[in-house]
């Protein structure tokens, strides 16, 4: 019998065990000090830990359950700011920015599906097998990844035709347990955290192989640096030589994600035991200076971070 293993990554129980709170901040060109929270949107707790995509030309944000049984997906509409709709059995989510369409997973149905943004209705389905529940949208060579879970510890990554839904490759080895999974739009290789260290899937050959430095969440395509969490570090490193070209010491352990703002030239890193956002600049030399640092007040959470796609309202790639 399948089993759902632990991704061994730090995810963000949200709220009570009943309902949690997703934070839109606006991020203005006044600077970090000038941002704030247009509204708290109650969701599922069932959609609380796992992945945030944004599709900007819809105008909606999808929150996600991560690699845990009974997940769901939430559908809010940006406009309003209210929820949408919530779908059931659902884990992982991100969006192809040209067809607007959103994939994810079924953990434990073994399958990954597509569903068409406008509609928010299923229209693909691949049995893969597995516990998918990790997801990754490639526009350079109009793919979308797949990371998955029940492997025996040796958890597989798939790749899929964006435009065709056929599939490419997979299931491809990773060696251990699957965790976060982000692409490099740049050059359109995919960086994993499997069994806690990170690893590199060429986009050509699909090898795996450790890249050295820690767990890539976030990715900014203007610059060509990738953003790493090792430990209380975080790491700054080139894309395109992978070498760490600066390290910043941080007070604390930070949540899953790195929010990317190219317009402000900010990341947003989560401090979840401070129940804290902190505002990193990029801007020059990409060096990770601290700029500001905001809570989200009494009994609230964040899961405010999209990684590639930056933040909503705020400007991102």
């Not at 779908?87 to 369409?101: A, C, F, M």
């Not at 990844?145 to 080895?173: H, K, M, R, S, Y």
Request: net charge positive.
């Amino acid at each position: 019998m399948r089993t759902v293993g632990s991704a061994k990554r730090t995810t963000m129980k949200l709220g009570s065990s009943v309902m949690c709170a997703l934070l839109l901040i606006l991020l203005t060109a006044a600077g970090a000090a000038a941002q704030n929270v247009l509204a708290k949107i109650p969701i599922p707790a069932s959609s609380a830990t796992g992945q945030v995509a944004v599709n900007r030309v819809l105008n909606r944000v999808y929150v996600s359950a991560g690699f845990s049984s009974g997940g769901t997906l939430t559908v809010i509409d940006g406009k309003t700011l209210t929820v949408l709709t919530t779908i059931s059995n659902l884990n992982g989510v991100n969006v192809d920015l040209k067809n607007d369409n959103f994939w994810t997973g079924n953990l434990t149905g073994g399958q990954v599906l597509t569903y068409s943004g406008s509609t928010n209705t299923q229209i693909s389905a691949n049995t893969v097998g597995f516990c998918p529940g990790e997801t990754a949208f490639d526009g350079l060579f109009r793919r979308i990844w797949v990371g998955a879970q029940c492997g025996a510890g040796n958890d597989p990554i798939f790749v899929f035709n964006a435009d065709t839904f056929a599939l490419i490759a997979g299931p491809i080895e990773t060696g251990g347990t699957m965790g976060p999974i982000i692409v490099n739009p740049v050059n359109g290789k995919l960086y994993v955290e499997s069994g806690g260290v990170s690893k590199q899937v060429d986009p050509t050959s699909f090898a795996v192989t450790p890249t050295g430095f820690g767990t890539v969440m976030g990715v900014d395509s203007h610059k060509s640096r990738l953003f790493a969490i090792s430990g209380n570090n975080l790491q700054i490193i080139n894309a395109g030589n992978h070498i760490v070209t600066k390290t910043v010491p941080l007070s604390y352990t930070p949540g899953s994600q790195i929010g990317v703002n190219n317009a402000l030239r900010h990341i947003y890193l989560l401090n979840p035991a401070a129940n804290k956002i902190e505002v990193r600049g990029i801007f020059r030399e990409v060096q990770g200076p601290l700029v500001a640092t905001f809570s989200l007040g009494t009994g609230n959470k964040d899961l405010t971070s999209a990684r590639q796609t930056g933040f909503f309202n705020g400007g991102g790639d």
